[in-house]
Nanobody
Framework: QVQLVEFGGGLVQAGGSLSLSCTAAGGTLSANAMAWFRKVAGQEREFVATINWNSGTTWYGDSVKGRFTCSRDSAKNTVYLQMNSLKPEDTGIYYC???????????????????WGQGTQVTVSS
């Protein structure tokens, strides 16, 4: 049974940077895509970024495009999210997600992903 474990959340001032990582552990990893979503209390879960595990193709949410970079290390079963020029509105719980099914593509829909991490808090102060 694959489990996703996130690292790297914390508190940072606006304009600063944080790096998140998510490692898939346990079992044999079969990944089509991995993604990051974030959740703010009282709001819908928001798509942040996704990456196709084989091709490395990425897709970003409009609110983070140009500031965040998603990458992966296949050998380490790890996906990363480098967050630069952070804004207070980037505050939230960031979740890593995995689509383990045998198919091709990426998606910004949370329903596309069948494994989720526990989340890590990111707080950006103004």
């Amino acid at each position: 049974q694959v489990q996703l474990v996130e690292f790297g959340g914390g508190l940072v001032q606006a304009g600063g940077s944080l790096s998140l990582s998510c490692t898939a552990a346990g079992g044999t990893l079969s990944a089509n895509a991995m993604a990051w979503f974030r959740k703010v209390a009282g709001q819908e879960r928001e798509f942040v970024a996704t990456i196709n595990w084989n091709s490395g193709t990425t897709w970003y949410g409009d609110s983070v495009k140009g500031r965040f970079t998603c990458s992966r290390d296949s050998a380490k079963n790890t996906v990363y999210l480098q967050m630069n020029s952070l804004k207070p509105e980037d505050t939230g719980i960031y979740y890593c997600a995995l689509d383990s099914r045998r198919r091709i593509g990426i998606s910004n829909l949370s329903s596309y992903y069948d494994h989720w991490g526990q989340g890590t808090q990111v707080t950006v102060s103004s």
